[in-house]
């Protein structure tokens, strides 16, 4: 079977970092994503980790633990456009669907 | 290049009735998968086509179907609808069937069931 969790809520302010983390337990793995969606519009892309370490993609890093089955996004230098709910999921063991966490809600205050 | 379409972007239905919706993939995409997504259970997946196949079908009744066409674009169909069904309807394409895929949302269909 395969279960994501992630926090329900996280707060923050501006120019600040936060870390957004996500723990997997799947019966294979296929590489884990992350997805903003801000309220009202569709899921975007945001990053795709398969091995382990640190991708950078301007402010947003994913980081990935194949053996703790744990995964983190780092966002940097806080907007208050940051403000979205940050999506993590991962393949089911075939490979033909994305398992979600139920998101983590990012609050930026000024 | 375009993105992914869908259709409606809302619907109003009545408990009892059926609804169609439809996906257009982004041009080149083969595989086109459905996701519902509520507040209390988040995003949840219904079912996957390629290449005209569902390979792969979520937890939902057999109230839930689709299928796909010969250029990539889906339906997705529920009958009897129940006041649970309403949800915001997603669908997502992706290139090809390896799991290395990135899949690409559209904007989502919120169906509201009275």
């Known amino acids: 079977g395969q279960n994501i969790d992630q926090p329900t809520e996280m707060t923050a302010t501006e120019g600040a970092i936060v870390q957004i983390n996500c723990t997997y337990q799947t019966s294979g793995f296929n590489g884990l994503f992350w997805y903003q969606q801000h309220a009202g519009e569709a899921p975007t892309f945001l990053s795709y980790n398969v091995l382990d370490g640190l991708e950078e993609k301007g402010r947003f890093s994913s980081f990935l633990s194949r053996s703790k089955g744990y995964s983190y996004l780092l966002l940097k230098e806080l907007q208050m456009k940051d403000s979205a709910s940050y999506l993590c999921?991962?393949?089911?063991?075939?490979?033909?669907?994305?398992?979600f966490g139920k998101g983590t809600t990012l609050s930026v205050s000024s | 290049k375009a993105g992914v379409t869908q259709t409606p972007r809302y619907l109003i239905k009545t408990r009892g009735q059926q609804v169609t919706l439809s996906c257009s993939p982004i041009?080149?995409?083969?595989?086109v998968s459905w996701y519902q997504q509520t507040p209390g259970q988040g995003l949840q997946f219904l079912f996957e086509y390629f290449s005209e196949t569902q390979r792969n079908k979520g937890n939902f009744p057999g109230r839930f179907s689709g299928r796909q066409f010969s250029n990539s674009r889906s339906e997705m169909n529920v009958s009897t609808l129940e006041l649970g069904d309403s949800a915001l309807y997603l669908c997502?394409?992706?290139?090809?069937?390896?799991?290395?895929?990135?899949?690409?949302f559209g904007p989502g269909t919120r169906l509201t069931v009275l």
């Open positions: 041009s080149g995409h083969r595989s």
């Open positions: 997502a394409s992706s290139r090809d069937r390896t799991h290395t895929d990135t899949q690409y």
């Open positions: 999921a991962a393949f089911n063991q075939a490979g033909t669907a994305l398992i």
